[in-house]
């Protein structure tokens, strides 16, 4: 091998940045985790507000939901990197990836809720109301313990496009895996290396859970198969 | 004291108009039944009762007490949501299609209201549910659920399910219309038993049968209104109104 993927191109590679690709991909990891967590929070309140009766609930729902899924996620990054500042507050990196990350994609997971509640039978909604349900006993007990089932497929799917979605970072430099990789081929004129094992790292988190994605799929279609005309 | 009282109820659907001026008075421990053609009205008037829909107008008393009062599909009367949802609680309904909750087992669709409204103990609401499942006839099936059940048996678990909140009046929105033929007398067997202990009920059904064996009232519905009512063989051996007529000969 000779160019950009000459054997000692990977083995300065390794030796000398491979503690630093390590804690990148952990950083990686982590700001994927707290920004899932906090889009999954944001799907469940902003999905069961899209349902509600409540005009003004539905309302603020579908502003929350139309802003996130129609503005890049890199002019949000961007303006809570430059912008924000300016008006006095400063946020880390970090803290700017797992909020806006978490905002975008918990708009994209509310969807998925909305639809997993309207593919609920309205005689479920009816049956615990005439029971004096309130509509968010309605949700918590008997609503969205059915859907679970079918909104987990799609939003691992998402889970995925989170993940993937960090690399933006690398543009504020958010030190994670993008950014390192990107940085030293920049200081070392050294690419191949940093970006081939950058790519691999990205597929080691996203392909068990894009294989986990099908898995669920196939699983819910058969117990939706099972559950048949009762529905 | 009349249970259920209704004055002038009106109801529309967009441009259709589903229930045209219902008065309706319903006495302690009486069996309503009501009959008519598809698309009279008559399970409106039931969803109308307990607010799984609203009026566009008149008035509704549960107990003596005015619950509801609307012109125009607006609130005249200002009531407390709470008061409401206490109100509402004191009227069972029962499905035509069951609505079992399908991820719970039978007992525990009998007992998830119970702790969830009335904040009963699990061990409370858990005996409450036994003994209702054991007078349904459904005991042995209470760790069962629904998808492993016949519609029968759903539709027992369901009686038993509203049973739970200790309503004083029962709505039952055809109960065996979706039921195969043979499954049918078990569900007609336990309502009649619930009649028998006093039970004010309210009746959607095509079954002339328990209308004429049950009913204290027979009310015949066409096109949003009370047509004719009566004790049910008077309705039934000599109904006055021609549509009432017609509609007996269609059934039978």
Request: hydrophobic content about 45%; glycine content about 8%.
């Given at each position: 091998?000779?160019?950009?993927?000459?054997?000692?191109?990977?083995?300065?590679?390794?030796?000398?940045?491979?503690?630093?690709?390590?804690?990148?991909?952990?950083?990686?990891?982590?700001?994927?985790?707290?920004?899932?967590?906090?889009?999954?929070?944001?799907?469940?309140?902003?999905?069961?507000?899209?349902?509600?009766?409540?005009?003004?609930?539905?309302?603020?729902?579908?502003?929350?939901?139309?802003?996130?899924?129609?503005?890049?996620?890199?002019?949000?990054?961007?303006?809570?990197?430059?912008?924000?500042?300016?008006?006095?507050?400063?946020?880390?990196?970090?803290?700017?990836?797992?909020?806006?990350?978490?905002?975008?994609?918990?708009?994209?997971?509310?969807?998925?809720?909305?639809?997993?509640?309207?593919?609920?039978?309205?005689?479920?909604?009816?049956?615990?109301?005439?029971?004096?349900?309130?509509?968010?006993?309605?949700?918590?007990?008997?609503?969205?313990?059915?859907?679970?089932?079918?909104?987990?497929?799609?939003?691992?799917?998402?889970?995925?496009?989170?993940?993937?979605?960090?690399?933006?970072?690398?543009?504020?430099?958010?030190h994670e895996i993008m950014y390192a990789a990107n940085s030293y081929g920049y200081s070392t004129l050294n690419y191949g290396p940093p970006l081939v094992t950058a790519g691999?790292?990205?597929?080691?988190?996203?392909?068990?859970?894009?294989?986990?994605?099908?898995?669920?799929?196939?699983?819910?279609?058969?117990?939706?198969?099972?559950?048949?005309?009762?529905? | 004291?009349?249970?259920?009282?209704?004055?002038?109820?009106?109801?529309?659907?967009?441009?259709?108009?589903?229930?045209?001026?219902?008065?309706?008075?319903?006495?302690?421990?009486?069996?309503?039944?009501?009959?008519?053609?598809?698309?009279?009205?008559?399970?409106?008037?039931?969803?109308?009762?307990?607010?799984?829909?609203?009026?566009?107008?008149?008035?509704?008393?549960?107990?003596?007490?005015?619950?509801?009062?609307?012109?125009?599909?607006?609130?005249?009367?200002?009531?407390?949501?709470?008061?409401?949802?206490?109100?509402?609680?004191?009227?069972?309904?029962?499905?035509?299609?069951?609505?079992?909750?399908?991820?719970?087992?039978?007992?525990?669709?009998?007992?998830?209201?119970?702790?969830?409204?009335?904040?009963?103990?699990?061990?409370?609401?858990?005996?409450?549910?036994?003994?209702?499942?054991?007078?349904?006839?459904?005991?042995?099936?209470?760790?069962?659920?629904?998808?492993?059940?016949?519609?029968?048996?759903?539709?027992?678990?369901?009686?038993?399910?509203?049973?739970?909140?200790?309503?004083?009046?029962?709505?039952?929105?055809?109960?065996?219309?979706?039921?195969?033929?043979?499954?049918?007398?078990?569900?007609?067997?336990?309502?009649?038993?619930?009649?028998?202990?006093?039970?004010?009920?309210?009746?959607?059904?095509?079954?002339?049968?328990?209308?004429?064996?049950?009913?204290?009232?027979?009310?015949?519905?066409?096109?949003?209104?009370?047509?004719?009512?009566?004790?049910?063989?008077?309705?039934?051996?000599?109904?006055?109104?021609?549509?009432?007529?017609?509609?007996?000969?269609?059934?039978?």
């Amino acid at each position: 091998m000779s160019g950009q993927f000459a054997s000692e191109r990977w083995i300065n590679f390794f030796t000398s940045y491979g503690n630093e690709m390590l804690q990148a991909f952990l950083r990686t990891l982590s700001i994927s985790i707290i920004a899932l967590v906090l889009a999954l929070v944001l799907s469940i309140v902003f999905g069961v507000m899209s349902m509600s009766k409540n005009g003004l609930a539905r309302a603020i729902s579908r502003v929350y939901v139309e802003f996130f899924q129609n503005m890049p996620l890199l002019i949000l990054v961007f303006v809570c990197y430059n912008l924000f500042p300016l008006i006095n507050i400063t946020l880390e990196p970090f803290a700017i990836g797992c909020i806006i990350i978490g905002l975008y994609h918990g708009a994209y997971i509310a969807e998925v809720v909305r639809s997993g509640i309207m593919s609920i039978n309205k005689g479920q909604f009816e049956a615990a109301y005439s029971q004096g349900f309130t509509y968010l006993e309605t949700m918590r007990y008997i609503i969205l313990p059915q859907m679970l089932t079918i909104v987990l497929p799609p939003t691992a799917v998402q889970a995925a496009n989170l993940v993937k979605n960090t690399s933006v970072l690398a543009m504020i430099a958010g030190h994670e895996i993008m950014y390192a990789a990107n940085s030293y081929g920049y200081s070392t004129l050294n690419y191949g290396p940093p970006l081939v094992t950058a790519g691999i790292l990205y597929f080691i988190i996203c392909f068990p859970i894009s294989t986990w994605a099908k898995k669920l799929e196939r699983k819910r279609d058969i117990a939706l198969e099972g559950r048949g005309g009762e529905r | 004291m009349s249970m259920i009282k209704t004055e002038n109820i009106h109801k529309y659907f967009g441009e259709n108009h589903v229930l045209n001026g219902v008065d309706l008075e319903i006495a302690k421990s009486e069996v309503v039944c009501v009959v008519g053609p598809s698309g009279s009205g008559k399970s409106t008037l039931l969803r109308c009762l307990n607010r799984l829909e609203r009026i566009t107008s008149g008035k509704i008393y549960i107990e003596g007490k005015l619950i509801e009062h609307r012109e125009s599909d607006k609130n005249i009367l200002k009531i407390d949501p709470k008061e409401v949802a206490k109100m509402c609680s004191e009227l069972g309904m029962v499905f035509q299609r069951f609505n079992l909750f399908p991820h719970k087992t039978a007992l525990e669709n009998v007992t998830i209201a119970q702790e969830t409204v009335k904040k009963t103990s699990k061990e409370i609401a858990e005996k409450i549910g036994l003994d209702l499942l054991e007078k349904v006839g459904m005991a042995e099936k209470a760790n069962e659920y629904p998808s492993r059940l016949s519609g029968g048996q759903q539709q027992r678990v369901a009686i038993a399910r509203a049973l739970a909140m200790e309503p004083k009046i029962m709505l039952f929105d055809e109960p065996t219309s979706a039921l195969d033929p043979e499954l049918v007398g078990g569900v007609l067997e336990i309502m009649k038993q619930l009649a028998l202990d006093g039970m004010t009920m309210m009746v959607v059904t095509h079954e002339m049968g328990f209308a004429r064996e049950v009913g204290s009232r027979l009310i015949f519905m066409d096109e949003g209104a009370i047509i004719e009512e009566g004790t049910p063989d008077e309705v039934f051996m000599n109904p006055k109104n021609d549509r009432t007529r017609d509609f007996f000969k269609s059934i039978l």
